[in-house]
């Protein structure tokens, strides 16, 4: 018989014959016996509806409800189980004086150290010190300058003579409000020119 003419019968019991030889063959202790994949059957399909629904059997109905109880009940099971280490968490907490305040304080801390260990971080310090460094030695070179120190002392000497001229006119008033019976400075002395 050609080899292509062969029923798929016949190709499966050949295959399964030369596996068995392999493995009556096979004197390597440690190798891998690799066994076939369970081939789940397809579900037939209704093509004709426009829905493409699934049929199935009362059987097929049967396993798929069984095994969807199964898997409701393992995530229920799985929930409990997570909800009670929850509470054994919280309890650990409790006595170990672990507040959601220090718990915070802790996360916000180590992502703090996390950035400041980056190398752009890094990287931006340094720029912003020499930056910092750069600033500071242009304000003393402008301080050190002979226009800023002229100005400094113009400014001095205005607000001297304002802060005098505020207190002149303070000392007057208050010689008004205490009156012509009350001795007080006299007025001449009052209108003499501050020099």
């Not at 409800?65 to 229920?76: C, G, M, N, P, V």
């Not at 002392?153 to 409000?177: V, W």
């Amino acid at each position: 018989m050609p080899k292509g003419n062969k029923k798929p019968n016949e190709k499966k019991e050949e295959l399964e014959k030369f596996a068995k030889e392999l493995q009556g063959s096979d004197s390597d202790e440690d190798a891998v016996v690799i066994e076939q994949p369970t081939v789940e059957p397809k579900l037939p399909q209704n093509d004709s509806s426009s829905s493409n629904k699934i049929v199935l059997s009362q059987a097929e109905k049967d396993l798929l409800r069984t095994e969807l109880d199964k898997t409701e009940e393992e995530i229920s099971t799985l929930k409990q189980v997570l909800s009670a280490r929850q509470k054994h968490a919280a309890e650990l907490k409790r006595k170990l004086g672990l507040t959601p305040f220090s718990e915070l304080s802790q996360d916000i801390n180590r992502s703090l150290k996390t950035v400041t260990d980056t190398d752009a971080y890094q990287k931006t310090a340094e720029v912003a010190a020499a930056t910092s460094d750069t600033v500071k030695e242009k304000w003393n070179d402008m301080r050190n300058s002979s226009l800023f120190k002229s100005f400094e002392s113009k400014l001095g000497s205005a607000l001297n003579n304002a802060k005098m001229a505020a207190s002149t006119s303070i000392d007057h008033l208050a010689g008004a409000a205490r009156g012509p019976s009350q001795t007080g400075t006299p007025v001449a002395e009052e209108a003499k020119p501050i020099s």
